[in-house]
């Protein structure tokens, strides 16, 4: 079978997933049309402001889709075929659904940020917790995301202008989208940037099928079947790959953003196309880069020589020239390059907002958001000069064990709401199991043996879903399911 037979099923696969899974989303939460939201509730001028749903959409996707669904993919795709099947069941099962509950829980909470809302959920002692884990995890993301398209930047430009020199220029940018009312900077500019993001899709995905490549030769060991894993330095898929490809499937950052447009929004019917589709277009960009690695290059061991010679981001120059040509390459490199910018501005936008909420700091005034906003960009800054490849690591498993207590926290309101929490109780059960075993066996983890690790990690997965079932009576009578504003 062709090569863009598989990715078409895929896509196709994710679009009716958005359909009839988006569907059950819906009333598993409860939408209510008729409850006003916090935009319309609570209008500030600077972070509640009601907004089109369609210019919503474009913002909750760029602000999720960073780097991640980019450079995750070119990286899984050394594990084959695999990498697309977690997109595609990830995107549809866990990642949508975490982004859907996320952003609409917080509708119901005013536009809390997360750290509120699983406080609400799963009680004060995960919301102390989470405050301190969603800010440590904004500030890795925002320095991931500035050095990253910096490096892509600097592949393009004179060579005057540096990596460090684009590095300044982006960290200037994400300070006035932080400090800045919502509708000054990011809602004028995302339009304009999901242009030169859908040129970058349709390009590179266009480009893979209409000069036909393969996919790169599997398997690599006699006898192995087309779902075997190829990775040429033998590292196991599981837990790996679900550490690696986190954007694009499942990715608890979301959570952090998805609160940003929960105070936007001017009714619930909008949160389905919003947050659940937001997360399926992620999706679709994530199968078109994973495709692209496991078809640009023709083996597994090929791929992983471009990734180790460049990094990702060169992988990302060397497909987008050679299938689109000069100049096309480069809108596509653009397109690339205003995912991670659009994803780090939101970052800290985000990480200042949680800040607020705990402070009780209003935010109206310029100079409340400056004494929050500075102190962060000053650590933002100190980070960026660490190596890349260690931020990225602890970025990976902080990413999915926030993703994890959010989908505990979705398990817990529809329990509240007497639904059949299984459908979301069952992946969070799953990532338990993935991020446990990760850290148990990582090299920045506890560098455990695998099989030792892989037990501790199923073994915590089993007890998390014991506790939640343990805990249903508490979750019923405690669990809130609407705040009144300002409460």
Not at 299 to 309: E, H, Q, R
Not at 400 to 429: C, D, E, K
Request: hydrophobic letters at 55%; glycine letters at 10%.
């Amino acid at each position: 079978m062709p090569s863009f037979v598989y990715f078409l099923l895929a896509v196709a696969a994710l679009i009716v997933g958005y359909i009839i899974y988006g569907r059950i989303a819906e009333k598993l939460f409860g939408v209510d049309e008729n409850r006003a939201t916090p935009a319309n509730a609570m209008a500030d001028g600077v972070d509640y402001i009601k907004l089109p749903p369609a210019k919503i959409f474009l913002i909750q996707l760029l602000n999720i889709a960073g780097v991640g669904p980019v450079f995750g993919p070119i990286l899984g795709a050394l594990y084959g075929p695999s990498a697309l099947l977690w997109i595609v069941l990830g995107s549809i099962f866990a990642g949508a659904m975490h982004d859907y509950f996320a952003g609409m829980m917080s509708v119901r909470y005013n536009g809390k940020s997360i750290p509120d809302v699983v406080g609400y959920t799963l009680g004060n002692g995960f919301k102390q917790f989470m405050r301190g884990f969603s800010i440590i995890l904004l500030v890795l993301v925002g320095v991931v995301f500035v050095t990253a398209p910096a490096g892509l930047l600097a592949k393009i430009t004179p060579d005057w202008a540096s990596k460090n020199l684009w590095v300044i220029v982006i960290f200037i940018y994400y300070f006035m989208a932080t400090v800045l009312p919502i509708d000054v900077l990011i809602a004028r500019l995302y339009p304009l940037f999901a242009v030169v993001l859908i040129i970058m899709a349709v390009g590179v995905g266009g480009g893979l099928i209409v000069d036909g490549y393969a996919f790169y030769k599997w398997p690599v060991a006699e006898g192995a079947s087309f779902w075997s894993n190829p990775h040429p330095q033998g590292l196991p898929l599981w837990p790996l790959m679900f550490i690696t490809i986190a954007c694009g499937a499942l990715s608890g950052f979301h959570a952090t953003q998805s609160p940003l447009m929960s105070r936007c929004m001017p009714d619930e019917r909008c949160g389905r196309g919003i947050f659940y589709g937001a997360m399926i277009a992620e999706g679709i960009i994530a199968l078109i880069w994973a495709t692209a690695g496991m078809t640009f290059y023709e083996s597994a061991p090929a791929l992983l020589a471009a990734i180790k010679a460049g990094s990702p981001s060169g992988v990302v120059n060397e497909v987008c020239l050679t299938l689109l040509g000069p100049v096309g390459g480069i809108l596509a490199i653009l397109g690339v390059v205003v995912l991670p910018i659009t994803s780090g501005d939101t970052a800290f936008r985000a990480a200042r907002l949680i800040i607020a909420d705990f402070t009780g700091v209003a935010q109206a005034k310029p100079v409340s958001r400056l004494a929050i906003a500075v102190p962060l960009f000053i650590i933002g800054i100190i980070l960026s000069q660490v190596d890349f490849n260690i931020i990225w690591r602890y970025f990976g498993w902080s990413n999915q064990t926030l993703a994890t207590i959010v989908l505990w926290s979705a398990a817990a309101y529809v329990v509240r709401r007497g639904g059949l929490h299984w459908l979301i109780s069952l992946p969070a059960t799953f990532m338990t199991a993935v991020v446990i075993a990760y850290i148990c066996v990582a090299p920045e983890g506890f560098t455990l043996p695998y099989e030792i690790s892989v037990g501790i990690g199923l073994a915590a997965a089993a007890g998390a879903l014991l506790a939640f079932l343990a805990a249903g009576g508490w979750f019923r009578k405690n669990i809130p399911l609407y705040l009144e504003p300002n409460a």
